[in-house]
């Protein structure tokens, strides 16, 4: 008699079923959007050996592998950890962390993403929770990575202080500012606070260092981006370091982890139950 195979299991380790009996697509674990080319040539070398020669690259920078017989999986998953590539996860859980490339490639950047998701990654990837949770970590405020579809969205910012004695008027970073924060009079640079969205993009135009900026995280809540779509909420102010940061974010995952229903997101359980005991949960988290 046939060993009954456990494909529930199966696809907590990554590995989907396909229509096609017996194959699945098994999904690769890419923290923060990155492989380098050996990992790459690996993949390739499973693929054209054990599924049809191709992969599937994910709408969250992960890659699968079709068409993988079920009998070959603990082969393949031999095969691949040899090279250094690892499986993700899917069910219940929290998923790869995805990130854009940041400030150590991208002149925009205001944060180093890719060592920020692998922090999370190594925090966090593949604990068991209510329902899938996702981190997103995107550089600045041109929001490559879409933080906001996340149930925790991390955008990079800056907090920004004018040196007056640096400056020389003449005006580039008012007119890169995207918000209206900046105006000039009488030759002297005024911002108004209330406006400054911490894209630092005044910092980064300035050709005298007459702007000085502090990187920081721009935290968000409670997106989706399935069946049900919903913008994350930011429920705080900048976060100046990542002990801090990683203080909001345990709060938010163990907040969902007590809170939510069983197959419920992160936005469903804030629908529920209201936001002010994750706030008061946030807030105590940011006080330290």
Known sequence: ????????????????????????????????????????KVVAEVAEKYGHGYIHMTSRQGIEIPFIHVNDLEQVKKELEEGGVYTGVCGPRVRTITACQGSEICPSGCIDTYTLAKELNDRYFGRQLPHKFKFGVTGCQNNCLKAEENDVGIKGGMTVEYKEDACISCGVCVKACRENALKMEDGKVIIDNAKCNNCARCVKSCPTDAWEGTPGYIVSFGGTFGNKI??????????????????????????????????????????????????KRLEKAYQG
């Open 1 to 40: 008699m046939a060993e009954k195979i456990d494909y529930k299991a199966l696809k907590a380790g990554g590995f989907m079923s396909q229509i096609q009996k017996g194959y699945g697509s098994l999904r690769l674990a890419v923290v923060g959007g990155n492989l380098d080319a050996n990992q790459i």
């Open 230 to 279: 919903y913008k994350a909420e930011e429920y705080l102010p900048i976060l100046r370091d990542k002990e801090t940061l990683f203080r909001v974010t345990d709060a938010a995952i163990d907040y969902f982890e007590e809170k939510a229903n069983p197959s419920e997101r992160f936005r469903a359980t804030l629908t529920r139950l209201g936001v002010d005991d994750l706030l």
